[in-house]
């Protein structure tokens, strides 16, 4: 959804083989190899992560070399998730409310990237970062139906719209404070 095709790719691939262990769940299967090729998974999605946001491409190539190798021996080791086993575990999560997951997971992932904003933007730029927050922190709400949460984030939005270069940091961190605790409730 927001263009980052090389992060998703590498991150289903390394949910699928976390699926795997969950779902075949043989303690014996997870050995110090296994743990090494995870941990190297992990490894290459901060790569990718350190590179977009430093803005260097991410090509075929380095992802060949540098982050689908760990992929390549876990697969050789368990093989590809099977769609039995996407059934079982959609059977175990049954009574779990995936948008209230996402929910509090994008959230928080909001809060956290917008809070050290507060004091290192200057009033322009923190007004356009709280008028994307906002909106995004809507977009969850609405997919959890939470009218109030979404009601919150207009509120932001229209006191933006009427506030002064001097009055936006301080809206921020108001904003900031009732996103964190609702979130919390």
Request: charged fraction near 25%; hydrophobic fraction near 40%.
């Amino acid at each position: 959804m927001m263009g980052f095709m090389s992060l998703s790719h590498a991150a289903h691939r390394m949910e699928d083989f976390l699926k795997i262990l969950r779902v075949r769940l043989d303690p014996s299967a997870i050995d110090t190899q296994v743990e090494t090729w995870l941990l190297q998974g992990v490894d290459g999605l901060r790569a990718i992560t350190s590179r977009l946001d430093r803005g260097l491409d991410i090509d075929d190539t380095w992802l060949t070399e540098q982050v689908y190798p760990a992929f390549e021996h876990l697969r050789d080791r368990f093989g590809d998730l099977q769609e039995s086993e996407e059934d079982a575990l959609l059977a175990q999560a049954e009574n779990v409310d995936v948008s209230l997951v996402i929910f509090e997971g994008g959230v928080d992932d909001c809060l956290t990237q917008f809070e050290p904003q507060i004091d290192t933007l200057d009033s322009n730029q923190l007004r356009d970062e709280l008028a994307s927050t906002a909106e995004q922190l809507a977009e969850f709400g609405r997919m959890c139906e939470l009218d109030a949460f979404v009601s919150l984030c207009v509120s932001v939005q229209q006191q933006l719209a009427e506030a002064s270069p001097a009055t936006v940091q301080p809206l921020a961190r108001r904003a900031l404070q009732e996103w964190q605790r609702c979130h919390s409730l």
